[in-house]
């Protein structure tokens, strides 16, 4: 079991016993996404916000928080035998007590952490290609005159250039735009043998995409009437929230701001980026457009009568 | 107003580093140069981002209800966690007493930053390194005189279980003796977890 997976699924079993401990109803749909789990994701996260919000209700009504104490040790043998675990609390004050099942190998002191995302400039380049159906285009910029830059890299790269790195699909591309000096070693090394990159996308994948975008559709009238190429524009941050969404070719303004809120209010999997002789990834904050075949190839259950005009 | 320079925030840590689930907060700034140093981008105190303990509080709260549940919290490393004494003090306040906060540090600082920030801490990760001063100076380029003189200090003001001591094997630094040679010396000192294990050279 990757261990984003093996993540998921504990702290999965952690709300299930809060819930159970706390009296809460909590419904945990089982994930089906079979990509790279990072441990949590906005469902999971909305789980722990609802989880939350009911203890805050119930301590208003003068109910303290039931929290019995779960071992970790007791669900990762649960997780990895597939059932659930009846957690009881150690009694150690040990930090990492008789709960380590790896006790010959280890990373070196703090290793394996995320690193914090750089702050960095808004990307303001945007690619296209003639695509069909619904087919995201992500791309990503960096400065590399961004001291950040500089310093990562240093030791194999040195940058005294500046230009942007674009990324499409899993291919990045650079663009030299200027700046003293030159580069000492080729973005195409860079870019081939130093940096992965891992672009941003919607949770379930494109069919679930296009499923969430089906929802929030209907209530556009005649929406299956519509046809054309409709391309969306937008910011995936580093926690997965959508942001600044643009209708960047329309086709009728309703179904526009149908899709414009659409997106707005998804969650989607953030993109990030790792040096490959590192073992932590950076978050990366990406624009991204997505070119949209109207109509699409779901079906939209249309609800209530269609819209009667005003009279003035 | 108080601000400490951190280049990683690793959430959802399990065992790894703390009891239950954990989020790791590295600090930037190290007395160190070991060899094998993953994070070698926490030698540099300059780059990184600020934080202030209210930001940090405000960023990690997020898993609070893990935290509670299986009695986690915040682990801080780094670099060397133990040079930001007001940071941490002051995100203590601010978190209440209910996370564990540990210290995955290397005790190589002034031992008025290990009195300052003993109350506040629940536990310590200590990486020793190698108890042999020649060792430990070949493979960090620093002695350990404030290694064993904090330990001691640890050791006498608390419960020793309160103490994980990591000893690693060091590649071409040390060897399976010397490694025995350490541990029997922490025992003799008081310590009584160890965590031995394998430094990865990348």
Same mark, same amino acid.
């Given at each position: 079991?990757?261990?984003?997976?093996?993540?998921?699924?504990?702290?999965?079993?952690?709300?299930?016993?809060?819930?159970?401990?706390? @009296?809460?109803?909590?419904?945990?749909?089982?994930?089906?996404?079979?990509?790279?789990? $990072?441990?949590?994701?906005?469902?999971?996260?909305?789980?722990?916000?609802?989880?939350?919000?009911?203890?805050?209700?119930?301590?208003?009504?003068?109910?303290?928080?039931?929290?019995?104490?779960?071992?970790?040790?007791?669900?990762?043998?649960?997780?990895?035998?597939?059932?659930?675990?009846?957690?009881?609390?150690?009694?150690?004050?040990?930090?990492?007590?008789?709960?380590?099942?790896?006790?010959?190998?280890?990373?070196?002191?703090?290793?394996?952490?995320?690193?914090?995302?750089?702050?960095?400039?808004?990307?303001?380049?945007?690619?296209?290609?003639?695509?069909?159906?619904?087919?995201?285009?992500?791309?990503?910029?960096? +400065?590399? @005159?961004?001291?950040?830059?500089?310093?990562?890299?240093?030791?194999?790269?040195?940058? +005294?250039?500046?230009?942007?790195?674009?990324?499409?699909?899993?291919?990045?591309?650079?663009?030299?735009?200027?700046?003293?000096?030159?580069?000492?070693?080729?973005?195409? @090394?860079?870019?081939?043998?130093?940096?992965?990159?891992?672009?941003?996308?919607?949770?379930?994948?494109?069919?679930?995409?296009?499923?969430?975008?089906?929802?929030? $559709?209907?209530?556009?009238?005649?929406?299956?009437?519509?046809?054309?190429?409709?391309?969306?524009?937008?910011?995936?941050?580093?926690?997965?929230?959508?942001?600044?969404?643009?209708?960047?070719?329309?086709?009728?303004?309703? $179904? @526009?701001?149908?899709?414009?809120?659409?997106?707005?209010?998804?969650?989607?999997?953030?993109?990030?980026?790792?040096?490959?002789?590192?073992?932590?990834?950076?978050? $990366?904050?990406?624009?991204?457009?997505?070119?949209?075949?109207?109509?699409?190839?779901?079906?939209?259950?249309?609800?209530?009568?269609?819209?009667?005009?005003?009279?003035? | 107003?108080?601000?400490?320079?951190?280049?990683?925030?690793?959430?959802?840590?399990?065992?790894?580093?703390?009891?239950?689930?954990?989020?790791?907060?590295?600090?930037?700034?190290?007395?160190?140069?070991?060899?094998?140093?993953?994070?070698?981008?926490?030698?540099?105190?300059?780059?990184?981002?600020?934080?202030?303990?209210?930001?940090?509080?405000? !960023?990690?709260?997020?898993?609070?209800?893990?935290?509670?549940?299986?009695?986690?919290?915040?682990?801080?490393?780094?670099? !060397?966690?133990?040079?930001?004494?007001?940071?941490?003090? !002051?995100?203590?306040?601010?978190?209440?007493?209910?996370?564990?906060?540990?210290?995955?540090?290397?005790?190589?600082?002034?031992?008025?930053?290990?009195?300052?920030?003993?109350?506040?801490?629940?536990?310590?990760?200590?990486?020793?390194?190698?108890?042999?001063?020649?060792?430990?100076?070949?493979?960090?380029?620093?002695?350990?005189?404030?290694?064993?003189?904090?330990? !001691?200090?640890?050791?006498?003001?608390?419960?020793?279980?309160?103490?994980?001591?990591?000893?690693?094997?060091?590649?071409?630094?040390?060897?399976?003796?010397?490694?025995?040679?350490?541990?029997?010396?922490?025992?003799?000192?008081?310590?009584?977890?160890?965590?031995?294990?394998?430094?990865?050279?990348?």
């Amino acid at each position: 079991m990757a261990k984003g997976k093996k993540t998921c699924k504990i702290l999965k079993e952690i709300r299930k016993q809060i819930a159970a401990e706390n @009296d809460i109803k909590l419904v945990v749909e089982e994930c089906t996404y079979q990509g790279d789990c $990072l441990g949590t994701c906005p469902k999971c996260e909305a789980e722990v916000r609802y989880l939350e919000r009911e203890l805050e209700k119930r301590q208003r009504m003068g109910k303290a928080a039931v929290f019995a104490g779960m071992s970790i040790g007791t669900l990762l043998t649960a997780a990895a035998c597939g059932s659930t675990a009846n957690a009881s609390s150690s009694d150690s004050k040990c930090p990492n007590s008789t709960e380590v099942t790896d006790n010959t190998i280890h990373e070196p002191l703090a290793g394996n952490v995320v690193a914090v995302a750089p702050e960095r400039p808004q990307p303001d380049t945007i690619i296209e290609e003639p695509l069909m159906g619904i087919v995201p285009m992500y791309h990503d910029t960096f +400065s590399f @005159d961004s001291e950040f830059y500089q310093k990562y890299l240093k030791e194999k790269f040195v940058f +005294s250039g500046m230009g942007n790195l674009s990324i499409l699909g899993g291919k990045v591309e650079y663009e030299h735009i200027g700046g003293k000096g030159k580069l000492c070693n080729t973005m195409e @090394d860079l870019a081939e043998e130093a940096v992965e990159f891992k672009a941003p996308h919607y949770y379930g994948g494109e069919e679930m995409l296009l499923e969430a975008l089906a929802v929030g $559709l209907m209530d556009v009238f005649d929406v299956e009437k519509i046809k054309g190429d409709m391309e969306v524009e937008f910011s995936v941050n580093t926690k997965g929230e959508i942001g600044d969404v643009k209708i960047v070719k329309g086709l009728d303004k309703v $179904l @526009d701001d149908a899709v414009s809120s659409a997106f707005s209010k998804m969650a989607w999997e953030p993109g990030d980026y790792k040096l490959k002789e590192e073992s932590w990834r950076l978050p $990366l904050e990406c624009r991204c457009v997505l070119k949209i075949n109207f109509p699409i190839d779901v079906p939209i259950m249309l609800q209530g009568e269609p819209p009667v005009p005003i009279e003035d | 107003m108080t601000s400490a320079l951190v280049f990683g925030i690793g959430r959802h840590r399990l065992t790894t580093d703390g009891e239950g689930v954990t989020t790791l907060v590295t600090f930037n700034g190290c007395p160190l140069r070991c060899k094998y140093c993953l994070n070698k981008i926490s030698w540099d105190i300059v780059k990184g981002r600020h934080y202030t303990p209210e930001m940090l509080y405000e !960023e990690v709260k997020i898993d609070q209800l893990y935290f509670l549940a299986t009695h986690g919290g915040i682990t801080f490393g780094g670099g !060397e966690p133990l040079l930001q004494v007001d940071f941490i003090k !002051e995100f203590r306040v601010l978190c209440g007493p209910q996370w564990q906060i540990l210290a995955e540090t290397s005790l190589n600082v002034p031992l008025k930053n290990v009195e300052a920030l003993d109350a506040v801490l629940d536990g310590y990760i200590i990486d020793v390194k190698d108890m042999d001063p020649e060792i430990y100076k070949a493979y960090t380029g620093n002695d350990n005189a404030l290694v064993l003189s904090n330990l !001691e200090w640890i050791l006498s003001h608390g419960d020793p279980n309160r103490i994980m001591v990591r000893v690693p094997h060091i590649p071409d630094f040390n060897t399976d003796e010397d490694v025995a040679r350490s541990m029997e010396r922490l025992k003799t000192m008081g310590v009584v977890n160890f965590d031995e294990f394998t430094y990865i050279i990348r």
